[in-house]
Nanobody, 124 residues
Framework: QVQLVESGGGLVQAGGSLRLSCAASTRTFSNYAMGWFRQAPGKEREFVAGISLNGGSIDYADSVKGRFTISRDNAKNTVYLQMNSLKPADTAVYYC?????????????????WGQGTQVTVSS
């Protein structure tokens, strides 16, 4: 069982930045591909970014490319999401997710573990 704990959410004005962190309670963090998802009210959970277990492969949703950066520190069992140039449309609960295996997937159902989520609110 892996526990994931997100932090770093909050209220920010449009154009601002936030850095989300997700700490994993496992000694084998490097065995997991990681993903960030988000869910806005009334909408389905959507893929934001994914990173392979060694960080060699990364991808983003088109809506965040060029603004968000995913990274991981396997020594600290932590994955990050740096979010710049935030827009009101980025407002959502952000979740990190882990799956056993080398690569991330774009579908939430492919992940084995989820954090509780952290709220990000971007005001206009």
């Amino acid at each position: 069982q892996v526990q994931l704990v997100e932090s770093g959410g909050g209220l920010v004005q449009a154009g601002g930045s936030l850095r989300l962190s997700c700490a994993a309670s496992t000694r084998t963090f490097s065995n997991y591909a990681m993903g960030w998802f988000r869910q806005a009210p009334g909408k389905e959970r959507e893929f934001v970014a994914g990173i392979s277990l060694n960080g060699g492969s990364i991808d983003y949703a088109d809506s965040v490319k060029g603004r968000f950066t995913i990274s991981r520190d396997n020594a600290k069992n932590t994955v990050y999401l740096q979010m710049n140039s935030l827009k009101p449309a980025d407002t959502a609960v952000y979740y990190c997710a882990a799956r056993v295996g080398s690569t991330y997937y774009y579908t939430a159902a492919r992940y084995d573990y989820w954090g509780q989520g952290t709220q990000v609110t971007v005001s206009s």
